[in-house]
């Protein structure tokens, strides 16, 4: 990804100006005295080349690690690597990173180096618990103040006398303990040991601070690529439970397209005799259309294919494999599958004469509840491909029927909102999965793909025959009453009063939970937002209705 070149192009900027700092420190050293010098000029010389010497192997390894950061693919592996590097080239002799342990807290070393390093740490207890004897070490203050800590003579600083003896007998000089954060958060310790003293000066610590810096920013690397490997893996696994739920369902389904049947779940093959679906697929689907409904049947597929009407329902007689007929009803759909259109569909057998008037309530019945589950469908599918989102669409769909209620709207004008609200982001359908999933900040290019999902949300929906004004729902969303929405730049009554219920019950909803970018704010900041652009951006009847919904009625935002 670019951002990703991005990065490692900053990261290789920063090691060349580290290599022009070096150079600078390194001329900057006092040139020899003259053989009549006298011996303190020496010493000093010789002091300041040692100084010279050390920043030079900090540098050296500050480069090192920052080329361990842009090749390393884990966390643990980039741990042992920078362990390796301050010891080998940093000049300490020994180095481990530790993880917390919230259980204990006890920090939990997960890399180490250096020669002495396994029996150093052998049974050791370091704490962060400012309540224990072992949590005054440096690597425990690092942690709980989240801030580097540097103990210049070890052996001496009395905050470290629990380690004194085993500190003496490894030689310990100088201690640092830096914090590693992932996402602003603290979750780890790196300890650097030396076997001089007062080793840490100033260029010394600033080195440091910048790898303990730049680890925390590979860190949050590893954990973005985690999440966004982890959304991946739940759309398929959602997918996955999807094709089960139609495969198991109570009800035919089936999808023609190119005058074929080019799906047929088991149940569809059942109920026409077919011991195995696949004896279905490929078929003409008037292969399974008794004569006098063959004529009915091509034109209500000709009108859905070409894009005349959207959905349909039906009664006809179909022709089972052994010749007996049944008599099915079928609610089938225009749809596009693999970019071109197709038909999707639902069958239900209602042969029985004897229970002719309750087969058809419950046929009204399960196709109202294909209808729901369709709906609930398109919104996990948004879901799906949007986590970070997930619900979201539902319950805005369950915000905008609670206001419609405490408007005073009747149940089916409630049901409608349930049902718009479920369906005004189904438009993001359109929108690449990489873009819903990103946590890098988006281009402008992106965002405006982002903005467009109001009209291509009103494109998949205008076509189909529904009691309420979902596709206008979808379109209007965003627009705001004094016009500076989007798409359509519409004012004032120029959007349709479940828009309005809708726009708000989405700012309510989107503002409570967390986004990829930001943590939920809260209902309370959601309903100031509200209370803020009443009369202005949302319609006044409806915030003050959604503002006494949640305040003195006291309504609890939905799961």
């Given at each position: 990804m670019d951002t990703r070149n991005e990065r490692i192009a900053s990261i290789k900027r920063k090691i060349a100006l580290l290599e022009a700092e070096l150079e600078a420190a390194l001329r900057s050293q006092p040139r020899p005295a003259d053989e009549?010098?006298?011996?303190?000029?020496?010493?000093?010389?010789?002091?300041?080349?040692?100084?010279?010497?050390?920043?030079?192997?900090?540098?050296?390894?500050?480069?090192?690690?920052?080329?361990a950061i842009v090749h390393s693919t884990n966390a643990d592996a980039l741990f042992q690597e920078l362990c390796h590097i301050a010891v080998q080239y940093g000049g300490m002799s020994m180095a481990w990173i530790g993880r917390l342990d919230p259980d204990t807290r006890l920090l939990r070393p997960v890399a180490r180096a250096g020669d002495q390093v396994g029996s150093y740490l052998d049974k050791i207890e370091i704490s962060f618990d400012a309540g224990s004897p072992f949590g005054h070490g440096p690597a425990g203050i690092a942690v709980r103040e989240n801030r580097p800590v540097w103990f210049q003579d070890f052996l001496h600083d009395p905050r470290a006398s629990p380690w004194h003896e085993r500190?003496?007998?490894?030689?310990?000089?100088?201690?640092?303990?830096?914090?590693?954060?992932?996402?602003?958060?603290?979750?780890?310790?790196?300890?650097?040991?030396?076997?001089?003293?007062n080793v840490f000066d100033g260029a010394m610590r600033d080195l440091l601070e910048r790898m303990a810096t730049d680890i925390g920013f590979a860190l949050d690397n590893f954990a973005h690529e985690a999440a966004r490997v982890q959304a991946l893996d739940e759309l398929r696994e959602s997918e996955q439970r999807y094709r089960a739920l139609v495969e198991q369902s109570i009800a035919g389904v089936y999808l023609i397209q190119d005058q074929q049947l080019i799906y047929v779940n088991p149940h569809?093959?059942?109920?026409?005799?077919?011991?195995?679906?696949?004896?279905l697929i490929g078929q003409h689907p008037l292969m399974i259309v008794a004569e006098h409904d063959r004529d009915r049947v091509t034109e209500n597929i000709r009108l859905r294919l070409e894009g005349a009407i959207d959905r349909i329902s039906y009664n006809f007689t179909a022709r089972c494999k052994q010749g007996n007929t049944i008599e099915v009803g079928a609610n089938g759909a225009r749809a596009t599958y693999r970019g071109r259109p197709a038909i999707v569909g639902l069958m239900q057998d209602i042969t029985e004469k004897a229970r002719a008037e309750e087969l058809t309530r419950q046929h009204m019945a399960q196709l109202e509840s294909a209808f729901m589950s369709t709906v609930k469908v398109a919104?996990?599918?948004t879901d799906v491909r949007d986590s970070y989102t997930s619900g979201h669409a539902r319950r805005v769909g369950e915000i905008a029927a609670a206001i419609g209620?405490?408007?005073?709207?009747?149940?089916?004008?409630?049901?409608?909102?349930?049902?718009?609200?479920?369906?005004?982001?189904?438009?993001?359908?359109?929108?690449?999965?990489?873009?819903?999933?990103?946590?890098?900040?988006?281009?402008?290019?992106?965002?405006?793909?982002?903005r467009q999902h109001p009209r291509t949300g009103y494109e998949i929906l205008k076509g189909i025959d529904l009691?309420?004004?979902?596709?206008?729902?979808?379109?209007?969303?965003?627009?705001?009453?004094?016009?500076?929405?989007?798409?359509?730049?519409?004012?004032?009554?120029?959007?349709?009063?479940?828009?309005?219920?809708?726009?708000?019950?989405?700012v309510v909803e989107s503002m409570s939970h967390d986004r990829p970018y930001r943590s939920?704010?809260?209902?309370?900041?959601?309903?100031?937002?509200?209370?803020?652009?009443?009369?202005?951006?949302?319609?006044?009847?409806?915030?003050?209705?959604?503002?006494?919904?949640?305040?003195?009625?006291?309504?609890?935002?939905?799961?």
């Open positions: 009549g010098g006298h011996a303190i000029t020496r010493h000093r010389r010789g002091g300041a080349k040692e100084t010279a010497k050390r920043r030079a192997q900090y540098y050296a390894s500050l480069s090192r690690c920052n080329d500190g003496a007998r490894f030689g310990l000089g100088a201690v640092a303990a830096l914090p590693l954060r992932c996402n602003g958060v603290v979750v780890g310790v790196i300890a650097l040991y030396a076997g001089l003293t569809m093959a059942q109920m026409l005799g077919y011991g195995d679906a696949a004896e919104t996990n599918l209620a405490e408007l005073g709207l009747d149940a089916r004008r409630q049901q409608g909102l349930l049902v718009a609200g479920s369906l005004h982001d189904i438009g993001k359908i359109g929108i690449p999965i990489e873009i819903l999933c990103t946590l890098d900040p988006l281009t402008a290019h992106e965002r405006e793909l982002i009691p309420w004004p979902v596709a206008e729902v979808a379109h209007q969303h965003h627009e705001r009453m004094d016009g500076s929405g989007y798409p359509q730049g519409l004012r004032g009554d120029a959007i349709i009063p479940e828009a309005r219920i809708v726009m708000v019950a989405d939920g704010l809260g209902l309370e900041h959601a309903l100031t937002e509200i209370e803020r652009g009443a009369g202005t951006l949302y319609d006044a009847v409806v915030a003050a209705t959604c503002l006494r919904l949640f305040r003195d009625n006291q309504r609890a935002l939905p799961e």
